[in-house]
């Protein structure tokens, strides 16, 4: 019986694989400019880290973590987002202890146990970015500005930011309060799951979906008008820097994320022509997870995006566009001996830096002529018994048509003197 690969999971392969490349090399050139390192974290980790990170009543934690017992007895779990992690190993590495800020990026899959549908995966891919050590808005308003330039370098247009703060543990609780007041007359209306975070977890019941959960609190309060001084003083600055950086936002006051580590800012980015999975990322300060994973309390903030939806929406935007590798010349061999010559001479243009293919399932002439056109290459050289004798090629230039008898010795320099003009 076939195997396939596991539902959720996907191959990125061929023209695909090189678009993520660019997508990576991208990333990799805007982390230099903005000054971050990256960070390469294990795949998994100890399950601990994301039930106290993320947050015991999250839906990840909750029901989408891959999580399994390892030989030793250990609860292990695939992880399911890397903010945690990369905290993790700025305590575990006291890199606090360093001149501050600490600003690190990210590139690699992470696992949800999710339903899945278009733009949504078990095994996704997220690129990101943390801004630790520093807790001006200033830091919130680079994270932003960083993401909607990496958009740009993608070709992705029109990205809406959306943009709110959900306090702090000290004015939080006011507001959740607040906000069960305003759903308990409907409690018993309410569909389940904003039954079971009415008590667990009440901001979350802004994030409801449900147009019935909706309808019946239509004006739930605003968060704004219960935040502390500070963090009404945070968010009014944050602002203003993205004025001053040229950032256009909306002000989204059920935007409280799925992630319990957040404090103060909340953001998403979203995107046309991703149907329902239109987040192509999202993030936040977090000035509580670094004390909550062991360390000494360091305010941070950061992003990760979704490089599917990423990819997804540069493709349609037209924005990253690559064909495929094509190889420069392609020696077409004859008989044996003409074969062997081939692919000594593909190697022989290989070292040069040339990009040589040849004849390795022994096709006619007419099939190697046709397979070459079919990969794209520029040049072919045949080779067979007389050419063998001459120690010569013909070397047809596909571009232009014309061919010539070139010996074996100059077939390089041929080749690159054709391919300057
Ligand atoms: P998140 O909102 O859970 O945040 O995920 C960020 C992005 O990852 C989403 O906006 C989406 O593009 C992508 N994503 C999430 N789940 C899936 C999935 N199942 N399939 C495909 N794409 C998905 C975080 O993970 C936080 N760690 C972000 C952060 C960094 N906050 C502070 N620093």
Redesign the pocket.
């Known amino acids: 019986m076939q195997i396939t690969a596991p539902r959720g999971t996907r191959d990125i392969m061929f023209e695909e694989a090189r678009l993520w490349q660019r997508a990576e090399e991208a990333l990799r050139q805007l982390a230099d400019l903005y000054g971050y390192s990256e960070i390469r974290t294990p795949i998994f980790e100890h399950t601990e880290l994301f039930v106290r990170g993320v947050g015991e009543a999250t839906d990840i934690v909750e029901k989408e973590m891959y999580t399994f017992n390892d030989r030793g007895g250990r609860s292990i779990t695939l992880r399911p ?3 945690a992690p990369v905290m993790r190993a700025f305590v575990e590495h006291n890199m606090g202890a360093k001149a501050q800020p600490t600003k690190l990026f990210y590139f690699g899959p992470m696992f ?1 146990y ?1 339903r899945p549908q278009a ?3 078990r095994q ?1 891919h ?1 690129m ?1 970015i ?1 801004y630790t050590g520093s807790g001006s808005p200033m830091a919130d308003a680079e994270v932003i500005r960083f993401s909607l330039d990496y958009f740009r370098m993608l070709g992705i247009k029109q990205v809406k930011v959306h943009l709110n703060s959900i306090g702090c543990p000290e004015c939080r609780p006011r507001y959740k309060e607040a906000l069960k007041d305003a759903y308990r007359p409907n409690l018993e209306a309410l569909c389940e799951s904003c039954k079971k975070r009415f008590d667990a977890n009440p901001l979350r019941l802004l994030d409801c979906k449900s147009p019935e959960c909706r309808a019946l609190v239509p004006n739930p309060p605003d968060v704004e008008d219960f935040l502390c001084d500070d963090c009404l003083a945070h968010f009014t600055k944050l602002k203003g820097f993205l004025e001053a950086l040229s950032v256009e936002y909306v002000k989204d006051p059920r935007l409280v ?3 319990d580590y957040y404090t103060k800012t909340t953001f998403e980015f979203t995107s046309e022509g991703l149907g329902s999975q239109d ?6 300060r ?1 000035d509580g997870l670094v004390g909550e994973v062991g360390g000494a309390p360091t305010p941070s903030v ?5 490089m ?2 990423l990819i997804t929406v540069a493709k349609a935007q037209g924005g990253l566009d690559v064909g495929p590798v094509k190889p420069v010349a392609y020696m077409a061999g004859l008989g044996e001996a003409g074969a062997a010559k081939a692919m000594e001479l593909a190697f022989m243009l290989r070292e040069t830096g040339l990009a040589a293919e040849f004849d390795t399932v022994g096709r006619s002439l007419k099939a190697q002529m046709k397979y070459a056109d079919k990969l794209g290459a520029r040049f072919v050289a045949i080779i067979g018994d007389e050419e063998m004798s001459e120690a010569a090629a013909v070397v047809k230039d596909m571009a232009e048509g014309s061919q010539r008898e070139v010996g074996f010795s100059d077939l390089v320099q041929h080749i690159r003197e054709l391919m300057g003009r």
């Open positions: 987002e890397n903010t949800r999710e733009g949504r995966f996704f997220q990101g943390e994320r799925g992630l987040a192509i990322g999202g993030g936040g977090y950061g992003v990760a995006c979704g599917e939806r």
